[in-house]
């Protein structure tokens, strides 16, 4: 059975601070693995998917590695801003699951920039 | 605009009642997907449809049932056999069948049971 874990919980930094939010993953037979954005109350937004083939993706201040063979995903984001607030969930797809879209999600790590 | 829309914003429910989750998609994607979300949890598979007229349980479909009789609509009945309905819901889509595709989701609908 696939469990995704993010640790911490929580986080809070300085604005400024370069950050690296945990994703891990007990399976390695993933067909690809996202990094969502979430805001209080509000849908998931995709920041960044990076397919079982490669090791890291980038999107502005955000960069998404993968390692398969550790189980482990981390998403660093570069200079901090208040904007950067919400939590950050990774969700893996599987290899069995790879026709039918079926996700996996973490429990989420909730960031605060503070100005 | 393309997207994902869900009604109601914020729904109460009593007990026993029975309450119909709207979710439509203007981006003629094949697949929709709804999960629940607990506070301080991440999302959990309720049920997920990839074409018209079928539909699968997902990981947590006790007391929960859904349609798809068109494309652009998956609308979510949670039953009064759900003992725990108090719950965020989110509602996702994706075009099928490519090895890119990403989830979009709309913006949710919370439910409380009074």
């Known amino acids: 059975k696939q469990e995704v874990t993010q640790i911490p919980a929580a986080l809070s930094v300085p604005e400024g601070e370069n950050l690296v939010l945990n994703c891990s993953f007990t399976?390695?037979?993933?067909?690809?693995l996202q990094w969502f954005r979430q805001d209080p109350g509000k849908g998931l937004t995709s920041l960044l998917l990076?397919?079982?083939?490669?090791r890291e993706q980038t999107s502005g201040r955000l960069n998404a590695s993968l390692d398969k063979s550790s189980g482990r995903s981390t998403l660093y984001i570069a200079a901090s801003q208040p904007g950067d607030s919400a939590t950050y969930l990774c969700a893996v797809r599987r290899i069995r699951s790879s026709n039918t879209g079926k996700l996996i999600f973490g429990q989420g790590t909730t960031l605060q920039v503070k100005p | 605009d393309g997207g994902i829309t869900q009604s109601p914003k914020y729904l109460f429910r009593k007990e026993g009642q029975n309450v119909t989750l709207s979710c439509e998609q203007n981006?003629?994607?094949?697949?929709m997907y709804w999960y629940r979300q607990d506070p301080g949890q991440g999302l959990r598979l309720i049920y997920y449809?990839?074409?018209?007229?079928?539909?699968q349980k997902g990981d947590i479909a006790e007391g929960y049932s859904v349609s798809r009789e068109k494309k652009e609509s998956f609308p979510l009945t949670v039953t009064s056999a759900q003992k725990n309905p108090t719950a965020f819901y989110l509602c996702?889509?994706?075009?099928?069948?490519?090895?890119?595709?990403?989830?979009?989701f709309g913006p949710g609908t919370r439910l409380t049971v009074l």
């Open positions: 996702a889509s994706t075009l099928a069948g490519t090895s890119t595709d990403t989830q979009y």
């Open positions: 981006l003629n994607h094949d697949a």
């Open positions: 990076i397919q079982s083939s490669q």
């Open positions: 449809s990839q074409i018209v007229n079928d539909f």
């Open positions: 399976d390695s037979a993933i067909y690809n």
